[in-house]
């Protein structure tokens, strides 16, 4: 599984989605999903839920 993919399924459009979401660049995402898998979820549900706030606007 690729953090595209993961960010994908978890409903984004895309791992740029997820940067901007979260203000964390591309490439700190990967390196994180490689190596600090843990901190990566927390981005990524972090960003998960800023999506869902901004369409119950």
Do not use: I, Q
Not at 28 to 57: I, M, P, Q, Y
């Amino acid at each position: 599984m690729t953090p595209s993919k993961t960010a994908k399924l978890a409903g984004l459009k895309s791992l740029v989605e997820l940067s901007e979401l979260t203000g964390v660049s591309v490439s700190t995402l990967k390196h994180r999903f490689k190596h600090n898998r843990h901190l990566f979820d927390f981005n990524l549900n972090r960003a998960l839920l800023r999506k869902e706030n901004k369409g119950s606007e």
